[in-house]
T-cell receptor, first 113, second 114 residues
Framework: QKEVEQDPGPLSVPEGAIVSLNCTYS??????FMWYRQYSRKGPELLMY????GNKEDGRFTAQVDKSSKYISLFIRDSQPSDSATYLC?????????????FGTGTLLAVQP | SAVISQKPSRDICQRGTSLTIQCQVD?????MFWYRQQPGQSLTLIAT?????????ESGFVIDKFPISRPNLTFSTLTVSNMSPEDSSIYLC???????????FGPGTRLLVL
């Protein structure tokens, strides 16, 4: 069993839709949770970072962590064609700056104009 | 954040040869990481490179195959040695910034081994 599971998609939505991306994990020691966005032929770009359980909002993006269920989510409101990319969840036991990140396989999102 | 560059951006190599990938950061960082992203698979950590010490390799990765140098706080190299087609992948470096709790990634090096 992988430590982090993520639905690979592809996920196709119309412009303006609310998108929900999810990851589950098995390691209860994970404390730091991240979402990265990766455009084709580019490196991963940090979108959101959260520590422990709870919600965090940044513009159209909301990250949720439910440690009791070992489940994290990223919500994108009013999705735009420019949001079309692969979204990677990542997590670590210690602070992500100094510790190994464990990634999901990524979900490919296409927002149709 | 940090500006991270990698060279080369892509390469096509013959089996049995070696390729050295460079990672340059625009600020001094303690921790640098090297990841591999194979098609359809998760990013996987190869090794952690601290300046002034030997790199620490993850299970399944060995120094003879992936030697790493970290000569200063802004630069690192990863060599993929004696390449086979199974080494075809995207290789990414990342850095952890002081005061941040996550890593920032370079653009990646796309390697195809024939």
């Amino acid at each position: 069993q992988k430590e982090v599971e993520q639905d690979p998609g592809p996920l196709s939505v119309p412009e303006g839709a609310i998108v929900s991306l999810n990851c589950t994990y098995s390691n209860s020691a994970f404390q730091y949770f991240m979402w990265y966005r990766q455009y084709s032929r580019k490196g991963p770009e940090l979108l959101m970072y959260t520590y422990s359980s709870g919600n965090k909002e940044d513009g159209r993006f909301t990250a949720q962590v439910d440690k009791s269920s070992k489940y994290i989510s990223l919500f994108i409101r009013d999705s735009q064609p420019s949001d079309s990319a692969t979204y990677l969840c990542a997590m670590s036991e210690g602070g992500g700056a100094t510790n190994k990140l464990i990634f999901g396989t990524g979900t490919l999102l296409a927002v149709q104009p | 954040s940090a500006v991270i560059s990698q060279k080369p951006s892509r390469d096509i190599c013959q089996r049995g040869t070696s390729l050295t990938i460079q990672c340059q950061v625009d600020s001094q960082v303690t921790m640098m990481f090297w990841y591999r992203q194979q098609p359809g698979q998760s990013l996987t950590l190869i090794a952690t490179a601290n300046q002034g010490s030997e790199a620490t390799y993850e299970s399944g990765f060995v120094i003879d195959k992936f030697p790493i140098s970290r000569p200063n706080l802004t630069f690192s190299t990863l060599t993929v040695s004696n390449m086979s087609p199974e080494d075809s992948s995207i290789y990414l470096c990342s850095v952890g910034l002081g005061g941040a709790e996550t890593q920032y990634f370079g653009p990646g090096t796309r390697l195809l081994v024939l």
